[in-house]
């Protein structure tokens, strides 16, 4: 009696081990394996910037949307060259972040990083920083850039509305952002 208690020990617990496992995987995978991810549902073809609330006619809504955000998102890809995301922020507050295809915030900034009311985020690869580095006589001039191993991705904006008499501005600052491509004449 004793023996077969054992082995039916022995194999339930094999048994949660496995099931716990490929739970665990299942989950990790999600993410990677997602046809219907933020960066299929809301990316743009153009780099234009797209307003995803309020007025998301035609568009999939956002998970518990603030009221009083806008929220606009355009979409990158550094495959063919540096990207610059820049936006134009008279409002209360404004957030833009970077954001892999896969979801993962790779860098933030808020209203303050602004100059004269305008931000502007050049993205690049590494390879790309590296030759500008080299070619650069002035390297350390006041554009913020990131430097990322991820090509495609989103940058989304969102911009408060701190009454709601305000919103029509904040819709104005979202839609402001713009993902275009570094020109090759002009220093990043």
């Given amino acids: 009696m004793g023996r077969i208690l054992s082995s039916f020990m022995l194999t339930l ?11 665990i995987l299942t989950i990790f995978a999600i993410p990677h394996l997602a046809e219907r991810n933020a960066y299929a549902r809301f990316g743009t073809a153009s ?6 609330f309020p007025g998301t006619e035609g568009r999939p809504p956002l998970p ?23 936006a134009k922020l008279d409002a209360s507050f404004a ?3 970077v954001h892999a295809r896969g979801g993962e915030v790779l860098y933030a900034v808020t209203d303050q990083a602004a100059t004269r009311g305008q931000v502007k985020l050049t993205l690049m690869s590494q390879a790309y920083f590296d030759e500008f580095v080299a070619d650069s006589e002035d390297a350390t001039t006041n554009v913020l850039r990131l430097v990322t191993a991820e090509t495609r991705g989103l940058v989304v904006i969102r911009v408060l509305a701190a009454f709601p008499t305000e919103m029509a501005d904040a819709r104005k600052a979202a839609t402001s952002l713009a993902c275009t491509p570094q020109p090759s004449e002009a220093q990043l």
């Fill in 13 to 23: 617990i094999a048994g949660l081990l496995l099931g716990a496992a490929v739970h």
């Fill in 47 to 52: 780099g234009a910037s797209d307003l995803l």
């Fill in 64 to 86: 518990q949307p603030d009221p009083a955000v806008a929220v606009a998102a355009c979409s990158f890809d550094l495959s063919k060259g540096p990207m610059i995301a820049s």
């Fill in 95 to 97: 957030s833009l972040s």
